[in-house]
């Protein structure tokens, strides 16, 4: 099949055009096959109708070579071996002797009839399979309607293939217009002056934030100078130092606290229970004070 090549290069190219529009139109023909003048299509005729009927005798006694081994079980053993010269000699290109060769001459009835079963067989399973309702009689017929049916799917089929490369051509090209611009855009996103614009507003905010946080720092050291001046500084300074020395007399009375506790726990279990009667007597003083509270009288 001749390639198919875009209309834009085909203009690009003007000599190569020339050139391929004198192949397409004068040279080849649509499957690429060369074109013939009037004689050289007679003769390549004439060669062509010679090779097929050579091919048909190469084939016809292939299928009677091949069909005769399949019926020698069905001969009689004396025909069946002359058969088998027969056979050997059609190979090594020697010749029956004329004996045998009378012998297979009077055999040839039963051969034939053996050969026409088997053909007719092999035509019938051929018919079956070109078409269920064809018989050895039409299937000439049937095969010619089916070269005749091949031969314009094949049309139609170099049709559609012929279509196909077109519109692949066709979206190869709108690909690559895609591509284009695509990357044209890409470049005017990344260097056009919306980009320097967007850098530069992103610069300038960058820098507006510098400046605040500049601004901030000074603030903060400005306020921290307010609040720490030398009185404040020095009221803290002598606060300080009264906390550490009630820091100091606290720690010291903790540890008397934790001393004389430790003294009374020397005393022993008499001492517990000394206290114990003690707190039970201040208990029952403080109950008598509240009857007579009671009864209007004064502790």
Not at 138 to 147: E, G, K, V
């Amino acid at each position: 099949m001749i390639p198919i090549f875009p209309e834009e290069i085909l203009h690009k190219n003007p000599q190569f055009k020339v050139v391929f529009q004198d192949l397409t139109t004068n040279k080849l023909n649509h499957d690429a096959s060369t074109k013939l003048s009037n004689e050289g299509i007679k003769e390549s005729q004439d060669v062509d109708k010679r090779l097929t009927a050579l091919r048909e005798d190469l084939v016809k006694s292939k299928i009677i070579r091949q069909r005769l081994i399949h019926t020698l079980d069905e001969l009689p053993a004396d025909l069946k071996e002359v058969v088998d010269l027969y056979l050997l000699t059609q190979d090594s290109g020697a010749v029956l002797r004329k004996d045998d060769e009378a012998f297979f001459l009077e055999g040839l009835p039963l051969l034939c009839k053996s050969l026409n079963k088997i053909l007719l067989e092999d035509a019938t399973e051929l018919a079956n399979m070109c078409d269920e309702d064809a018989t050895p009689l039409t299937l000439p017929s049937a095969i010619a309607d089916r070269q005749s049916s091949l031969h314009t799917h094949r049309e139609t089929l170099r049709s559609l293939r012929s279509q196909s490369l077109h519109r692949s051509t066709a979206l190869a090209d709108l690909h690559r217009r895609l591509l284009s611009t695509t990357i044209q855009l890409i470049e005017r996103q990344k260097h056009g002056i919306p980009s320097r614009a967007a850098k530069a507003q992103a610069r300038h905010l960058a820098l507006v934030a510098d400046s605040l946080d500049g601004k901030l720092r000074i603030m903060h050291l400005e306020s921290l100078e307010r609040t720490y001046d030398p009185d404040t500084v020095a009221a803290l300074a002598f606060y300080k130092e009264h906390l550490e020395d009630a820091k100091t007399r606290l720690r010291r009375r903790g540890a008397r606290v934790q001393g004389e506790l430790a003294e009374y726990e020397g005393f022993g279990e008499q001492m517990k229970r000394d206290v114990e009667r003690y707190a039970a007597l201040l208990e029952e003083i403080d109950r008598a004070k509240a009857d007579i509270r009671r009864l209007g009288g004064d502790a």
